[in-house]
């Protein structure tokens, strides 16, 4: 079964918008922490967001924000007011349980395009 | 945040030759990985770098195929054996940083295999 699942394969957005990439998971570990990261053409991975399972607020840097819903296994990834750079793959990763780095897996990836 | 580079950035093999991938950290870190991303494909991981001793490996991967090094805190190499076209990827090494949940990654290396 997918550990990560993200829905949407490519999203379109207008420059200036808000949008929200989906991103579900599965485990039954009560320790897991969620990942975003930002992949554009040039191939580098760019870490976006962390939110640890038992982190009460969801997490926020910058423009970015993670709504967390601990019951549906929920993960979204919020980007406010969308630039031209923002476009880029997309991925939401999971670190399971209390190691650091390992049992870490990725989902298949959103490409975000912003459009002028 | 730690700065990682890798070398080279990237490379165009011959099918059945092999080709080793470095990767420095400016600082000492615990732990380092090598990922594997294949073309229009998500990152998948080839193994822990330990310090000292025997990597280790995710199930599909095999240190005969993918024999990794790590002589120290700083530096690891990752050779792909016996390329194939199979092996194009894109190769990346990764860290985590002490007391830290990021995991940074290197800029990757873009392998082709003809």
């Known amino acids: 079964a997918q550990k990560i699942t993200q829905t949407q394969p490519g999203m379109f957005v207008q420059e200036k918008e808000a949008v929200t990439l989906d991103c579900t998971y599965d485990?039954?570990?009560?320790?897991?922490?969620l990942f975003w990261y930002k992949q554009p053409s040039s191939g580098e991975m760019i870490f976006l967001i962390y939110?640890?399972?038992?982190?009460?607020q969801n997490a926020t840097e910058g423009r970015y924000s993670l709504n967390f819903q601990k019951a549906r296994k929920s993960a979204n990834l919020v980007i406010s007011a969308s630039q031209l750079g923002d476009s880029a793959m997309y991925f939401c990763?999971?670190?399971?349980?209390?190691?650091?780095?390992?049992?870490?897996?990725f989902g298949p990836g959103t490409r975000l395009s912003v459009l002028p | 945040s730690a700065v990682i580079s890798q070398k080279p950035s990237r490379d165009i093999c011959q099918r059945g030759t092999s080709l080793t991938i470095q990767c420095q950290v400016d600082s000492q870190v615990t732990m380092m990985f090598w990922y594997r991303q294949q073309p229009g494909q998500s990152l998948t991981l080839i193994a822990t770098?330990?310090?000292?001793?025997?990597?280790?490996?995710e199930s599909g991967f095999v240190i005969d195929k993918f024999p990794i090094s790590r002589p120290n805190l700083t530096f690891s190499t990752l050779t792909v054996s016996n390329m194939s076209p199979e092996d194009s990827s894109i190769y990346l090494c990764?860290?985590?940083?002490?007391?830290?949940?990021?995991?940074?990654f290197g800029p990757g290396t873009r392998l082709t295999v003809l």
């Open positions: 770098a330990n310090q000292g001793s025997e990597a280790t490996y």
């Open positions: 485990t039954s570990d009560q320790s897991y922490g």
């Open positions: 939110q640890g399972s038992y982190d009460e």
């Open positions: 990763a999971m670190r399971e349980g209390l190691g650091y780095g390992q049992n870490f897996v």
């Open positions: 990764s860290v985590w940083t002490s007391g830290r949940h990021e995991q940074f």
